[in-house]
Nanobody
Framework: QVQLMESGGGLVRPGGSLRLSCAAS????????ISWFRQPPGKQREGVSC????????YYADSVKGRFTISRDNAKTTVYLQMNNLKPEDTATYYCASTGIAGTVVDDTWTDEDEYDYWGQGTQVTVSS
């Protein structure tokens, strides 16, 4: 069964850190682009970060550059999002998405949800004091 499963969300104070994990089925991990999107309460979903699982090239939204780091573990078919210096505006449901094998994105397409064929169920991140 093809799937993406997020984990690692929770409640954290401003300035704190969390690491999200996206465990992917092998069939949609290799040679794909896997991204993290988030949807804040009452707002549209937005792209946060993306990684090419073949070459490791990464992309970030301006709002998270310098605070978030995306990485992948090919052996575990898992993508991680290390989130540091969290702010209340980072509060959202975080989703991971995959283009599927041979899917590619570039700097001006990775935030387009139509590029992704597979989505996880989401994990909640709440940043509050």
């Amino acid at each position: 069964q093809v799937q993406l499963m997020e984990s690692g969300g929770g409640l954290v104070r401003p300035g704190g850190s969390l690491r999200l994990s996206c465990a992917a089925s092998e069939s949609i991990f290799s040679d794909s682009a896997i991204s993290w999107f988030r949807q804040p309460p009452g707002k549209q979903r937005e792209g946060v970060s993306c990684i090419d699982t073949f070459n490791g090239k990464a992309y970030y939204a301006d709002s998270v550059k310098g605070r978030f780091t995306i990485s992948r573990d090919n052996a575990k078919t898992t993508v991680y999002l290390q989130m540091n210096n969290l702010k209340p505006e980072d509060t959202a449901t975080y989703y991971c998405a995959s283009t599927g094998i041979a899917g590619t994105v570039v700097d001006d397409t990775w935030t387009d949800e139509d590029e992704y064929d597979y989505w996880g169920q989401g994990t909640q991140v709440t940043v509050s004091s």
